[in-house]
């Protein structure tokens, strides 16, 4: 349990690591490294020892760390690297070991070839232009705050760790849940393509229980980089109630994946959730039982660390935060998070919507890059069962023509079945919000205009989803209403008239009596109408110039907990 706590990658252990977090060298521009930077906190945050919020497009860091060179015989060092934003060029030892583009998502460098003596010098070169054609998020591209967008975070943002690997090690194990068929496909990826044989051992950590189940123990062969195996379910009957994954229930299956030549020369520990999420009828199911989604919209900033979590504490008080307000979701929005998130909510049974940070011009850049940072998305959180959701646009950001545009269409339409492809097991919603195409999952429908003197706008259903709900269309021209379910997914926005100016939503509110009046009439019709398969509340916590959040930065509740959890939690 520790170790998965503070590992940065909770689904995926390797037991033989080391933090390469804490001090670093940096610079602005240029190599010269005439400051201190605490990595992984970018340098626009407080709590990276700078704190400065200027645009700088280069910045440089360089660490020097000490291999051990005996545990390297025979074995691959890998440098792992959480997320570094943008595009970031890695040097070992004054040689380019490795070069990845992507702000939110992970990557590694194999640096045994570099490492020659156990004193490394690991040296990174950071670009973050203005581009508004990569996946930002909410950073703002135009050099100072404005509306809902905020500091730009640059560079390293996420842990960056070493690991010891074998000289054939796995990449990936990716794990489908098929709950009708009472089992699990498991797939391992090689770096190479030796023939090896795997180990796969099984556990139930069961919550139900409160105990770990053994389920078995099997070993498949890999061929040319992949093998595969199915596990299966025994007495399924009898075990069900203590192996399948809900929010009430979050029960986890561990996975110990061994690669052997004679012995063990690789070995990952990973985890997922045996669910099944689906759609029937125009309503949500989750292992076969109706859904109803209570979500608030969270965007994880923290005032002293920006997009980045001050400690693990910080993510894990967040899930139970979310909990006790009486949600039994949260919609990440716009930030691909610390894979630490993901673990809590599977940990502590938290259902999460995973939404990829938005591109704010349209081209040919904006295709690539949305469609190489969902993927790799994907890869990296395929086996959190908390994750049901995939948002790969939000607002029509980045396809400002979608209502009008075929082309704009495509994309959309193109990034929900490049999502299908790749995993089957959650749903889409394709364009949250407005302007959606019939091919996404779920009618997304964004409604800050809901108040309570005029709930009645939706008595005439059709009319909405075939129109407006606020200002945009619901549907883009030529698309059709399939049946889909239909969540609000963004509503309130309410925000308290403090004196010190932010903005909320349509007025402030002038105490808590006056907000629970607000609040309650809108959040209980949506329950109880019977129209709307969920919704989603804005949002968490106030961030920055926008003071809208039901908890203040530092998470302190505006409103009593139990008052929140009577409106929200409300079934």
């Known amino acids: 349990m520790l170790e998965r706590e503070y590992y940065p990658r909770p689904d995926f252990i390797r037991k033989d690591w080391i933090s390469l977090d804490g001090e670093w060298d940096f610079s602005f521009d240029k190599d010269s490294f005439d400051r201190k930077i605490m990595v992984p906190f970018c340098y626009q945050s407080k709590m990276s020892g700078i704190g400065e919020t200027e645009d700088h497009e280069i910045v440089w860091y360089r660490k020097t760390f000490y291999a051990d060179l005996e545990k390297m015989k025979g074995r691959r060092l890998l440098l792992k690297f959480g997320a570094v934003d943008y595009e970031a060029?890695?040097?070992?030892?004054?040689?380019?070991?490795?070069?990845?583009?992507?702000?939110?998502?992970?990557?590694?460098?194999?640096?045994?070839?570099?490492?020659?003596?156990?004193?490394?010098?690991?040296?990174?070169?950071?670009?973050?232009?203005?581009?508004?054609?990569?996946?930002?998020?909410?950073?703002?591209?135009?050099?100072?705050?404005?509306?809902?967008?905020?500091?730009?975070?640059?560079?390293?943002?996420?842990s960056v760790w070493l690991e010891y690997a074998g000289d054939t090690h796995i990449t990936r194990v990716k794990i489908t849940p098929r709950l009708e068929e009472q089992e699990a496909l498991c797939e391992v990826f090689l770096s190479d393509n030796r023939k090896l044989e795997a180990e796969i051992e099984v556990t139930v950590d069961s919550v139900s229980l409160g105990e770990k189940v053994w389920l078995g123990r099997q070993t498949i062969l890999?061929?040319?980089?992949?093998?595969?195996?199915?596990?299966?379910?025994?007495?399924?009957?009898?075990?069900?109630?203590?192996?399948?994954?809900?929010?009430?229930?979050?029960?986890?299956?561990?996975?110990?994946?061994?690669?052997?030549?004679?012995?063990?020369?690789?070995?990952?520990?990973?985890?997922?959730?045996?669910?099944?999420?689906?759609?029937?009828?125009?309503?949500?199911?989750?292992?076969?039982?109706?859904?109803?989604?209570?979500?608030?919209?969270?965007?994880?900033?923290?005032?002293?660390?920006?997009?980045?979590?001050?400690?693990?504490?910080?993510?894990?008080?967040?899930?139970?935060?979310?909990?006790?307000?009486?949600?039994?979701?949260?919609?990440?929005?716009?930030?691909?998070?610390?894979?630490?998130?993901?673990?809590?909510?599977d940990r502590l049974g938290l259902l999460v919507w995973g939404e990829l940070p938005s591109c704010y011009l349209y081209n040919d850049r904006t295709v690539y890059h949305s469609v190489n940072e969902m993927m790799e998305f994907i890869d990296r959180d395929f086996n959190h069962p908390?994750?049901?959701?995939?948002?790969?646009?939000?607002?029509?950001?980045?396809?400002?023509?979608?209502?009008?545009?075929?082309?704009?269409q495509n994309f959309s339409n193109a990034m929900i079945y490049l999502i299908k492809a790749l995993d089957?097991?959650?749903?889409?919603?394709?364009?949250?919000?407005?302007?959606?195409?019939?091919?996404?999952?779920?009618?997304?429908?964004?409604?800050?205009?809901?108040?309570?003197?005029?709930?009645?706008?939706?008595?005439?259903?059709?009319?909405?989803?075939?129109?407006?709900?606020?200002?945009?269309?619901?549907?883009?021209?030529?698309?059709?209403?399939?049946?889909?379910?239909?969540?609000?997914?963004e509503y309130g926005g309410i925000a308290f008239d403090n004196g010190e100016g932010g903005w909320g939503y349509y007025n402030k509110v002038q105490g808590e009596d006056d907000f629970l009046a607000r609040l309650e009439p809108v959040t209980g019709f949506l329950i109880n109408s019977g129209r709307f398969a969920g919704y989603c509340y804005t949002q968490m916590t106030d961030v920055m110039q926008e003071v809208n959040g039901l908890l203040y930065p530092d998470r302190t509740p505006k409103v009593g907990i139990e008052k929140l959890k009577k409106i929200f939690g409300r079934e």
């Open 386 to 408: 908390c994750m049901i959701t995939w948002v790969p646009v939000n607002e029509s950001w980045g396809i400002r023509n979608v209502r009008t545009s075929l082309q704009q």
């Open 89 to 158: 060029f890695v040097y070992v030892n004054g040689c380019l070991a490795g070069i990845h583009k992507g702000g939110s998502t992970p990557f590694e460098v194999d640096i045994t070839d570099y490492v020659k003596e156990d004193k490394t010098v690991l040296t990174v070169k950071v670009r973050d232009g203005k581009e508004a054609d990569k996946p930002r998020g909410k950073q703002s591209w135009t050099g100072e705050l404005f509306g809902c967008w905020y500091t730009p975070t640059t560079g390293i943002w996420q």
């Open 424 to 489: 089957p097991t959650r749903i889409v919603s394709g364009n949250d919000g407005w302007e959606q195409t019939e091919h996404t999952d779920i009618l997304a429908i964004h409604d800050y205009l809901l108040q309570p003197h005029n709930l009645d706008k939706y008595d005439d259903f059709a009319a909405v989803i075939e129109g407006r709900a606020e200002t945009r269309a619901v549907l883009a021209e030529g698309q059709t209403y399939q049946g889909q379910p239909v969540l609000v997914t």
């Open 222 to 345: 890999c061929e040319n980089g992949y093998g595969k195996c199915v596990i299966a379910f025994p007495d399924w009957d009898i075990r069900r109630h203590y192996i399948i994954w809900s929010p009430k229930e979050p029960n986890l299956v561990d996975v110990e994946v061994r690669l052997k030549d004679q012995q063990t020369i690789d070995q990952v520990s990973t985890y997922f959730g045996m669910r099944s999420v689906e759609i029937r009828k125009g309503k949500v199911y989750l292992n076969g039982e109706e859904l109803y989604q209570r979500l608030v919209l969270d965007q994880g900033y923290w005032p002293d660390s920006l997009l980045t979590p001050p400690d693990g504490e910080a993510i894990k008080k967040d899930v139970r935060l979310t909990k006790e307000m009486g949600f039994n979701g949260a919609r990440k929005h716009q930030k691909i998070d610390d894979p630490r998130y993901y673990y809590w909510a």
